[in-house]
């Protein structure tokens, strides 16, 4: 059974630094695109940051510089390391993976698979 599990959310104040995993399970990431995601109430789903099967990268504007993704393959894991933290960054943050061999851009993602979420709260 497919499952990916994210941890790692909590508050923080302006400038602070969070990491959130996903723990993936009965799905291989090492090959697969896989993203994450975030969303504050009355917004939009907005993908903040994605790691194609190969290892490249890509970042929404708003987070470049502050934020990386990144995967350990062994532990099956991907992370997001979140620095320099602002209150706009205030969102549930949801990991989403590709169905295997989907491409690797939002509307795959969107209809792939994804966690139950975990939310993160950045105070002034």
């Known amino acids: 059974q497919l499952q990916l599990v994210e941890s790692g959310g909590g508050s923080v104040q302006a400038g602070g630094s969070l990491t959130l995993s996903c723990a993936a399970s009965?799905?291989?990431?090492?090959?697969?695109?896989m993203a994450w995601f975030r969303q504050a109430p009355g917004t939009e789903r907005e993908r903040v940051a994605r790691?194609?099967?190969?290892?490249?990268?890509t970042y929404a504007n708003s987070v470049l510089g502050r934020f990386t993704i990144s995967k350990d393959n062994a532990k099956n894991t991907l992370y997001l390391q979140m620095n320099s933290l602002k209150p706009e960054d205030t969102a549930m943050y949801y990991c989403?993976?590709?169905?295997?061999?989907?491409?690797?851009?939002?509307?795959?993602?969107?209809?792939?698979?994804w966690g139950q979420g975990t939310q993160v709260t950045v105070s002034s």
């Open positions: 009965g799905y291989t990431i090492s090959r697969n695109c």
């Open positions: 790691i194609f099967g190969d290892g490249i990268t």
């Open positions: 989403a993976a590709t169905q295997i061999g989907g491409y690797c851009g939002t509307p795959a993602l969107l209809s792939g698979y």
